[in-house]
């Protein structure tokens, strides 16, 4: 699940309006991404005589990149590989946001050696075994989901979902269909709500990386193509729908969700009439062709989950977020050989668990976790943030900070959400709420110069965090 577009900061231009696949380059210092053939030959090093020798480099050319606001004499520079730097190499693809990683096309390395690649993914078989020796059955009703959520800390399956409030409304409901039986959402429907020329991100299962497609492309691909004929296997995993008019009251997220996301708390404490548009992470639609395959990940922030299975059906390895299986999943980003390597084999404490039609699922905050989908799948989830979890969310935007995940892959305006929380938390007398251990982690996070926030009731943040830092256990 993604946020917003990536604006370069040279051509000013979104990666919505990229033509064919130009490489992206990411700052070092910060999260500003440029394309590559955007920059001037003449801050590039070694010296290029023109640019027709910009264009033809390609991305393990790349050894790191400085923007302007950072660059010697506030130029920008672009080092080529076999010249000295202290920096290790730049992410310079966009990627699904998962993770930071080398691709590998496993088909194309395989093709006429071992065509069952173009249907599987090589992780695949090691997937299942992981799967079988961790699978559980782990449920809740909806009544202990929404009495008992603070205290609820590994994933599980709500055994009765049609209580929990959660809603998705039928083609019926929406006119789309005449007839009296019940036609639950799909492709199909969805582009004739959103419209054939809808941009979605596709990731291909191989490679793990996304194209732009149209919602007409992708609904071809996934409902007028046999799958023995899809030419790979893909995903869409990025589909936010909470600002489309039938879905404001056509999905209803659990009451557990409603009653605990943090933004809703927060978000209009305080509000001006210039605030920033409230993050867009409730409401997603993920649609999975058979076979895919989603690699170990965090969900941006750390955020915990609802999954409603709408048809098909998906396999879940999930890992709790401790030191140990952080600290793998850390080494495991960073490792040249990422792709070769199945991270649920390094990783403890496993719990399996497969999802059919009318599940629901609820995975909290931090959990690692990989997906198989058996067959084709179509899914609607949400993010969200809670009190509950403020320090393991905050170690995981720490993790995302040190595997370099660019903005557009992470939680939208965090900075602003977190800076509400504490106003919220210390105006509303709602501080014992939460531990010392979060007031300390909100502190120092504050706290950071890289976090610009302006409090509402505050004169400088500052004062909000000298504020907050009265609230630890054992402070004077």
């Known amino acids: 699940m993604t946020s917003d577009t990536v604006k370069c900061q040279f051509c000013n231009k979104d990666d919505s309006e990229d033509v064919g696949q130009p490489i992206w380059v990411g700052c070092e210092v910060c999260d500003r991404w440029i394309h590559l053939i955007c920059i001037p030959i003449q801050y590039v090093s070694p010296k290029m005589e023109d640019i027709a020798e910009l264009l033809k480099l390609k991305e393990r050319n790349v050894a790191y990149f400085k923007c302007q606001h950072h660059g010697k004499e506030s130029d920008p520079i672009l080092k080529l590989k076999g010249t000295p730097t202290k920096t290790t190499d730049a992410v310079t693809k966009k990627r699904n946001g998962l993770r930071d990683k080398r691709p590998i096309d496993y088909i194309a390395l395989n093709e006429g050696d071992d065509k069952r690649l173009k249907h599987e993914h090589p992780h695949m078989q090691a997937f299942l075994l992981c799967f079988e020796k961790w699978r559980v059955s ?8 929404e009495s008992d959520f603070r205290t609820v800390k590994i994933p599980l399956k709500v055994s009765d979902p049609a209580n929990s409030g959660m809603y998705v409304v039928s083609a019926n409901e929406l006119g789309l269909v005449d007839s009296k039986d019940v036609s639950k959402l799909n492709v199909e429907y969805l582009t004739q709500i959103m419209g054939g020329d809808c941009p979605v991100d596709v990731m291909d299962v191989q490679t793990q990386l996304n194209e732009k497609w149209n919602l007409s492309q992708w609904n071809k691909y996934y ?7 899809r030419d790979r296997i893909r995903n869409v995993i990025s589909l936010e729908v909470s600002h489309v008019q039938c879905f404001e009251d056509g999905i209803r997220r659990p009451n557990a969700v409603i009653r605990n996301d943090l933004v809703d ?25 058979g076979n895919a395959y989603t690699d170990f990940h965090l969900d941006f922030a750390g955020t915990s989950v609802y999954y409603n299975v709408i048809s098909g059906s998906k396999k879940f390895i999930f890992f709790p977020p401790t030191p140990y299986n952080l600290q793998r999943y850390t080494k495991w980003c960073d490792d040249d050989n990422q792709n070769l390597i199945f991270l649920g084999d390094l990783l403890q404490d496993g719990i399996a668990m497969e999802v059919k039609e009318g599940d629901l699922l609820m995975i909290p905050c931090g959990y690692l976790h990989a997906v198989f989908t058996p067959e084709d799948s179509f ?19 720490e993790i995302e900070q040190q595997t370099r995940v660019p903005k557009k892959f992470t939680f939208p305006q965090f900075e602003h959400v977190m800076g509400k929380t504490c106003e919220w938390l210390l105006d509303s007398g709602q501080i014992g709420a939460v531990t010392s251990q979060d007031i300390e982690k909100l502190s120092s996070y504050l706290s950071s110069p890289k976090i610009k926030y302006r409090p509402n009731n505050y004169h400088s943040k500052k004062e909000l965090v000298a504020e907050l830092k009265k609230h630890i256990k054992g402070s004077d």
């Open 138 to 145: 782990k449920t809740i009703t909806s009544k202990e989901l």
């Open 223 to 229: 409902s007028h193509t046999a799958p023995a004929s």
């Open 265 to 289: 708390i927060v978000w209009n404490f305080g509000r001006t009439e210039t605030e920033m548009q409230r993050p867009k992470v409730t409401k997603y639609i993920l649609m999975s062709v």
């Open 379 to 397: 899914i609607v989830g949400g993010n969200f943030l809670t009190l509950r979890d403020i320090e393991t969310q905050l170690n995981v935007v």
